[in-house]
């Protein structure tokens, strides 16, 4: 009996640990963005038929995820009267295994899937359908380079953890970087492409930089792979930029793609 009575005791004090312990830890919301569903569908490059970002994207093209506000704006240049898309975020489904045929850049919203069997399925992490294309740069050694990073950040203001996401390659990219185009070299035995991404608190001031090789010769980023920007901390945005590779004094030559998908934001609900 005594011994009964021991154990009920020490259960109980168990019991009431982790009572206090679940009460002193915070409500963490979790998040993963996949870009599927009705709604993303509407935005995606294939519904619209467009597989060139320049014929896809407007000023008004703006996409936004509803639970967590996640948004982000196209960055538009102009040169003279001409005004072109300069960077941003395309939702997107087109993918392929065949760089020769999709691998120039009216097929920049194209991603490289080397298990591809049908051209707007399939492609995202984990077979999903739809993932985003992130195009544009800084080009840090250029002086008065416009800079057109594209940008996520949370519209309502509030800072949350954004702590990964899953990268790939674009077919217009893996095309270059292997083989060269008439404007570019292929990557050399020494070239190294880098994505970086940097976040900023409602302040405006950045919280931390995190980086990912994403492509060295004959070691390409063929495949979606985890990158964990958790460093970055909370964040109300974060900018990306790919840098590396041949270059001429207008910068980088290989094409300035990656694509994003399943993005996992995490939060404490207050």
């Not at 009996?1 to 409500?27: Q, T, W, Y």
């Amino acid at each position: 009996m005594k011994h009964i009575f021991r154990l009920f005791i020490v259960a109980a004090i168990m019991a009431a640990a982790v009572g206090c312990s679940n009460d002193d830890e915070p409500n963490i919301n979790r998040v993963v963005i996949d870009f599927e569903g009705a709604a993303w569908n509407e935005l995606n490059a294939a519904t619209a038929g467009k597989c060139y970002s320049t014929e896809l994207m407007t000023e008004d093209y703006i996409w936004r995820d509803e639970t967590t506000s996640l948004t982000m704006e196209p960055i538009f240049s102009a040169f003279g009267d001409y005004k072109y898309y300069a960077g941003g975020f395309s939702v997107s489904s087109y993918n392929t295994a065949d760089c020769s045929a999709y691998g120039s850049y009216e097929y920049d919203l194209y991603l490289y899937n080397p298990h591809s069997q049908n051209p707007t399925k399939g492609g995202g992490h984990n077979g999903s359908n739809n993932f985003l294309v992130a195009y544009g740069n800084l080009e840090t050694l250029i002086a008065e380079a416009i800079d057109a990073q594209p940008t996520l950040y949370f519209a309502d203001g509030v800072a949350r953890t954004i702590k990964g996401c899953y990268v790939a390659s674009t077919s217009y990219f893996v095309n270059v970087a292997n083989n060269g185009n008439p404007f570019a070299e292929k990557l050399g035995d020494d070239d190294e492409v880098k994505i970086y991404a940097t976040g900023y608190d409602a302040a405006g001031k950045k919280t931390g930089q995190v980086e990912m090789s994403f492509a060295r010769k004959g070691r390409l980023t063929t495949e979606w792979t985890a990158w964990d920007l958790s460093a970055l901390g909370e964040v109300v945005k974060v900018r990306f930029n790919i840098l590396g590779g041949p270059s001429t004094p207008y910068g980088m030559t290989t094409p300035k793609y990656f694509a994003i998908d399943d993005i996992t934001v995490e939060w404490e609900q207050k």
